[in-house]
């Protein structure tokens, strides 16, 4: 059945040229593009441009692909530098110089292949990516524990402080708790961090909320 | 209003937070000088190969329901805990893709809606004839 074959199988067959696995893959993916891109252009025409050049970007990126990674995660942050890209080029970040930051954050395997062997910058981004990599997979676990546990007052309050960064007191207004638990739960969380941040490899004075941690 | 954290302009760059705060936050750039040194110096630590727990968590969606869960979220289908979460994560945190995800769900939901419709429409008109008149009418 088309609705459970997986995005894996789906891209080798459109590796091997599967025009049929790429409409599926289109019908599977542009209602939520679409949705992400319109939400703030508020302007139809232009949203369908966007994600029009976000299946054509994955299509350019795919040689380079990393079938490891999630393939809605991945088409979204295309989307997300697609939409940056727009806005950019219609006066909405005039801030900006004109293509001062083109690569910021985007995805290795979307940059042009000669660009990524020319770029020193790459090459450390790749060993960032892969840093970044093993301490997903240690929060993740982490996350999945808490979830497992039902600890949710715990999740919402990392959610806040770590996603959001909202101020505890925001955090336990927010979650209804008082500023003394939130920070018994940022406390404990912190610790766990520092070990599972140690464990995969990476120095904790290289990520910026724990080197926050140390100056307050 | 609460402060425009650091954790939220490298969510804005990002395209991660919902539209009506990428819109505040858009506004609040325009008119700060300030708030754009702070967004450069987000921008520098990233470039820089600095690691940061929330970018990975946002990256990487570790939070993330999973898009059959959000469907049954639309369909209050979750266990007490889950469909609070659930809604925490789409409502307060604001999650971008989330919030997507349940647009094009509610949206293929509908259509689902309107095909089943038309079924059991087409099945109606098929089939009404089959139904045994009430004693005394007429042919």
Redesign the interface.
């Known amino acids: 059945m088309a609705s459970v074959t997986s995005d894996h199988l789906l891209i080798e067959r459109i590796c091997a040229g599967d025009a049929a696995a790429w409409e599926q893959l289109i019908d599977r993916y542009e209602g939520r593009l679409l949705a992400f891109v319109a939400s703030r252009l508020q302007d139809r025409a232009a949203s369908e441009d966007v994600v029009q050049e976000t299946f054509v970007g994955f299509l350019t990126s795919l040689p380079h692909f990393d079938r490891s990674r999630d393939l809605g995660t991945y088409l979204f942050s295309i989307a997300a530098h697609k939409l940056t890209d727009h806005l950019r080029k219609y006066g909405r970040r005039p801030w900006e110089a004109a293509g001062a930051s083109d690569g910021d954050g985007r995805p290795l395997d979307e940059l042009p292949g000669h660009a990524r062997a020319a770029s020193s910058i790459a090459l450390s981004g790749e060993r960032h990516a892969s840093e970044d990599g093993r301490l997903a997979d240690a929060l993740r676990a982490l996350i999945a524990q808490w979830a497992e546990r039902g600890q949710f007052e715990r999740l919402k309050c990392m959610e806040l402080l770590f996603v959001r960064g909202w101020p505890n007191k925001e955090v336990a207004a927010r979650v209804g708790i008082t500023e003394q638990a939130v920070a018994n739960y940022k406390h404990q969380t912190i610790t766990q961090l520092r070990r599972l941040i140690r464990d995969a490899g990476v120095a904790d004075a290289t990520v910026v909320e724990l080197a926050e941690g140390e100056r307050s | 209003m ?1 402060p425009v ?4 302009l490298a ?1 804005f ?4 937070l919902r ?1 009506d705060e ?1 819109a505040r936050i ?1 506004a609040a ?2 008119e700060s000088a300030p708030l ?1 040194a702070r ?1 450069d110096a987000v ?1 520098q ?3 820089r ?6 970018a ?8 993330c329901p999973p ?1 059959a869960e959000l469907g049954s979220f639309l369909l209050d289908a979750l266990d007490p ?1 889950r469909q ?2 659930v809604r ?2 789409t409502e ?2 604001g999650c ?2 989330c ?3 349940l ?2 769900l509610r ?2 939901q509908a259509e689902q809606a309107e095909v089943t419709r038309k079924r059991r429409s087409r099945l109606f008109q098929s089939s009404v004839a089959h139904v045994p008149r009430p004693r005394g009418a007429r042919p």
């Open positions: 609460i954290s650091d954790a939220e969510s760059m990002e395209e991660s539209p990428m858009e750039l325009r754009r967004l921008r630590a990233r470039n190969g600095w690691h940061s727990v929330g990975i968590w946002r990256a990487h969606r570790l939070s898009r805990d609070d979460y925490f994560h307060v945190v971008r893709i919030l997507a995800n647009e094009d949206g293929r």
